[in-house]
């Protein structure tokens, strides 16, 4: 008699009359679960597909915000601007924003384009009447006084944008120091500093969205920030609206903020299939090194629907491929820090 086969026989299911066939399992059985609760050893960078659908299987299970990230040590402040329209400028603004406080970061958008799609994005009501930043930067109005917490994403406040923030720019012109106006709110508010002077309640980021366009707006955000985030579109325009974008940073940095350095820059709307989207991104990458974002976000039907909604595509569908490439492009500003210089 064949001893293995013997074997085999009595390790079988059919060799168990302890436990009948309908009751007993033929194989183990192991869900998406199991996997979300040992992502730690599933880190394979080789093999792109994998981790695509690891992140997706993490994401529906929430495993991917339950990891979190560092805090700094004091509150940074972003700045998002690009005068070229159409860069997903908004989009990264509050998609990076959102996935920030899932990693459990304390979260503050400061919406400075009259048009308010920031505001739509996150939900938060910006028709005539409503707290803005046009009674902060105009009127005065403490910061705390007109900001408002994002109902679906805990840890996230919103200072909205009105129509009326359209005419700020003709009314400040008058106003001494009218550059500061930002800045000067941004430093007054109770929550803004660092660890030793706010404690855990203060804010870990401050991402001011600007309209695309260099006015007085945006020179007010260049002011009050330390940070420049520039999402830049993959495309030959882009590269075009970018060297105009540093001549005016550069200026701001003579003049007004020498503290003001570009920190991060973030590739959007990239479509690996085309070799123009290579192109822009190695030269970006050359010119620019490390302050480029590993993570490029491809084009996605999902982030453009979203805001229809009154959602940030990390809400709207979690485990999209557009909401995956922000979660990772948050998780890569907190890693990184704040600069030193």
């Known amino acids: 008699m064949d001893v293995s086969r013997e074997t085999a026989?009595?390790?079988s299911p059919q060799a168990d009359v302890s436990v009948s066939r309908e009751t007993r399992p033929a194989w183990n059985v192991r869900t998406a679960a199991d996997f979300a609760d040992q992502h730690d050893a599933y880190h394979d960078a080789g093999t792109p597909l994998a981790q695509a659908a690891q992140h997706s299987v993490l994401a529906r299970s929430g495993g991917l915000r339950r990891q979190g990230a560092p805090r700094p040590d004091a509150t940074r402040v972003l700045v998002v601007a690009n005068q070229?329209?159409?860069v997903g400028k908004t989009t990264s603004t509050v998609n990076?924003?959102?996935g920030l406080s899932q990693l459990g970061q304390r979260v503050l958008v400061i919406d400075l384009d009259p048009q308010g799609n920031a505001s739509t994005a996150l939900g938060v009501d910006h028709h005539r009447g409503v707290p803005s930043t046009y009674d902060m930067l105009v009127e005065g109005q403490p910061l705390a006084d007109v900001m408002t917490e994002c109902a679906d994403l805990p840890g996230l406040w919103?200072?909205?944008a009105t129509i009326d923030l359209a005419g700020a720019e003709i009314e400040l012109v008058s106003v001494v120091a009218r550059e500061q106006r930002l800045a000067r709110a941004i430093n007054a508010h109770p929550l803004v500093g660092t660890a030793e002077e706010v404690g855990d309640d203060r804010f870990d980021y401050v991402l001011v969205d600007c309209p695309p366009s260099l006015g007085l707006l945006t020179l007010n955000a260049l002011v009050a920030g330390r940070e420049m985030f520039i999402p830049i579109q993959a495309e030959y325009y882009a590269l075009e609206g970018l060297?105009?974008?540093l001549e005016t940073v550069e200026m701001v940095r003579q003049h007004l903020n020498p503290r003001l350095i570009v920190s991060t820059i973030l590739l959007t709307m990239y479509d690996a299939r085309t070799r123009l989207a290579a192109g822009v991104a190695?030269?970006?990458r050359g010119h620019f090194g490390d302050q480029v974002l590993k993570t490029?976000?491809?084009?996605s039907v999902r982030v453009s629907e979203a805001p229809s909604y009154g959602q940030t595509?990390?809400?709207y569908d979690p485990a999209s491929a557009g909401a995956l490439s922000y979660l990772e492009a948050a998780r890569e500003i907190a890693s990184k820090g704040a600069p030193t210089s």
């Open 296 to 299: 490029a976000v491809p084009r």
């Open 9 to 11: 026989d009595e390790a």
């Open 313 to 315: 595509v990390m809400t």
């Open 158 to 160: 919103v200072v909205p």
């Open 243 to 245: 060297g105009q974008l």
């Open 96 to 98: 990076v924003a959102a």
């Open 282 to 284: 190695d030269e970006v």
């Open 84 to 86: 070229k329209g159409g």
